[in-house]
Each structure stands twice: as structure tokens, then as C-alpha cells.
């Protein structure tokens, strides 16, 4: 844990930019009592150091005075595990606090510009349970099963991003992180957005895959060749979505760990996109992006497409 902290912060603090190398950071984890959220941990001390080597050592040393090639951002991503306990955090007030140091571009601050926003599920995700004493909130239950969805369960359904609203708070916590990078500085948050599988009625047992059946519905197989259209219309549908809510999406990938289920076994929600089929969604989808953006009375939806994520 300390490892990835260290490195987070060290990355968060050399940028292209002219920024002076930080002393310290204060440092937030995870609450061992399950009524609080995060609590303040001691600061990491950040030092710039020289080691001697040798065949079997190798050092890495961090020269922020030394500029090389540029890089688009530093971030983490909203799933359903951090957005709950970010937002859990309002009971104890740290909410603003938390989020200001994540995303704030003070000297104590990471100054985080680049987050991932899951469509659907991903693997951290928990079963909710509804507080009772206050209905805004939601548990975890830790006996439950991971709460695997999608936004289309079947293709009758009208697509609903209701989930990520009301059992994990996603929406609050990513208008929260907006809120804070467009008072803080002129820099905006770059949102991208990755699916971990198409809904499960797009898809079907992959035979080059036998280790790692549809389980749940979301744990692997293969799209349905005839239902690519059918995906390209659900990731366009999504996007509008949160762009109605005020949210829009610098990028988006075609799926998340794309085909990972041949490569090992997983239980997590993922599934297998053949090249060929994977051309021809980024054809629909630029194809349902562009008639979206020829009516002039919109604000255009912008969003990039990455592969191989």
C-alpha cells in the first residue's frame, strides 16, 4: 500500500510543468471501523535521493527540473467502491475536504485532472443495501455477492444510468470533482469512460473460452456479431445520458481488458470484441456521434475513442 501511494504521489508532483518538488503529502486510507469512511494517516516524506547500485539494484531517480515527453493527466477512477466510500465520507463532513485534495491544485494537493468513469460495473463493485435511518445512503453488505450490472439488461428496457445515481453516488462524486477543479484553477476535468462488458443479452458463449462461461450474465463470452450496431447505439445512448446530466466524456474505449478472459481465468465482468467487429463499432459510434453533433441547436458530444484499453 505505502508502494502505490508513494508512487501516486511521486507522478502527481513531476509534471511537464514548472512545479516545486513537494516535501510531504497528507495521506487519507481506508477506516478499519465500518462506520467511518477515511481517516488521516501520517504524511509521506518525499525526498530526492541518490543510491548506490549494483547488477541486481535499479534505481529510479525523479528529477522534476528535468522535462521529457508530456503526458495527458494523473488520475484514479470512480467505480462503485470508491464512489460509495467517498461518499460515506459526509457523515463524518471530510466529503469537501477529501475531494479538495484530490483535485485541488495547492501545494499540499494532487491535483488529479484525469479520471475513469465505469458504463455499467466493473469488478469493484459491492451488493447495497439501503440505509434505513437515512435513504440517501447505502451499505454494503458484506455477506452479498458483487452487485454486477449494466445499463440495458435486455434490449427492451430503455437504458437507465439509475444505478450509479442512487445504490453508489458516482454522479454526486464526479460533479463534486468537477466542482472543485473549475473553482480551484482554469484547468477541467478530463473524464474517460470504459464499458467491462456490453449487456449481457449482446453476447454469446465464446468457444475458444470454456474455462470461463457467462456467468452472472457479464463474466465473459463474446459479442454477438449481429448485435454490434446494437452495442455502438447503447455506448452512444450512454454518453447522451450523462451528457444530459452535465457530464461529458473527453474519451471513450471500446471495452475494458478487451478478450482478457482467453488469456486467464477471471471473475469479473469482461468479454471478447474480435478485431473486425471492433472497426465496425468505432464506425457506428462515430457514425451516431456525428448525426447527434449536425443539429446545430446541440452542444456537440466530442468524445474521443481509444483501443486496446
Known amino acids: 500500500m505505502k508502494k502505490g501511494l508513494l508512487i501516486v504521489l511521486l507522478l502527481a508532483s513531476s509534471t511537464c510543468k514548472a512545479i516545486p518538488f513537494y516535501s510531504s503529502k497528507v ?73 479538495k485534495k484530490l483535485f485541488s491544485n495547492g501545494e499540499q494537493d494532487f491535483n488529479w485532472n484525469l479520471m475513469r468513469v465505469t458504463f455499467g460495473t466493473s469488478d469493484y463493485t459491492p451488493r447495497a443495501t439501503q440505509d434505513h435511518n437515512d435513504p440517501t445512503l447505502y451499505h454494503v453488505d458484506p455477506n452479498g455477492q458483487p452487485y454486477y450490472y449494466s445499463y440495458a439488461d435486455n434490449g427492451v428496457h430503455t437504458l ?24 480551484s484553477h482554469e484547468e477541467s476535468l478530463l473524464l474517460f469512460a470504459s464499458a467491462w462488458s456490453p449487456p449481457a443479452y449482446m453476447k454469446i458463449d465464446d468457444a475458444l473460452n470454456i474455462s470461463t462461461p457467462i456467468v452472472h450474465g457479464l463474466i465473459g463470452g463474446l459479442l454477438n456479431p449481429i448485435l454490434v450496431d446494437a452495442l455502438a ?22 471495452l475494458n481488458e478487451p478478450c482478457v478472459g482467453r488469456a486467464t481465468t477471471v471473475n469479473y465482468p469482461n468479454a471478447c470484441i474480435p478485431s473486425e467487429d ?32
Open 27 to 99: 495521506v487519507y486510507v481506508k477506516a478499519n471501523d465500518p462506520q467511518l469512511s477515511f481517516v488521516t494517516a501520517s504524511p509521506i516524506k518525499i525526498t530526492q535521493y541518490k543510491e548506490k547500485t549494483d547488477d541486481n539494484v535499479k534505481t529510479f531517480t525523479l528529477d522534476p527540473n528535468q522535462h521529457a515527453q508530456q503526458y495527458l493527466g494523473v488520475g484514479s477512477s470512480f467505480e462503485e467502491a470508491s464512489d460509495w466510500n467517498l461518499y460515506a465520507s459526509k457523515k463524518t463532513g471530510k466529503f469537501e475536504e477529501i475531494f
Open 160 to 183: 437507465n444510468v439509475g444505478p450509479d445515481q442512487l445504490e453508489f453516488k458516482k454522479i454526486d462524486c464526479i460533479k463534486e470533482a468537477m466542482r472543485v477543479k473549475k473553482y
Open 233 to 254: 447505439h447503447y455506448y452512444y445512448q450512454t454518453l447522451l445520458a450523462y451528457h444530459k446530466l452535465g457530464i461529458n466524456f473527453y474519451s471513450m474505449s471500446e
Open 278 to 309: 471492433t472497426k465496425s463499432l468505432l464506425h457506428f459510434i462515430k457514425e451516431k456521434l456525428t448525426k447527434y453533433n449536425q443539429k446545430l441547436s446541440r452542444t456537440p458530444i466530442n468524445t474521443k475513442i481509444w483501443v486496446n484499453d
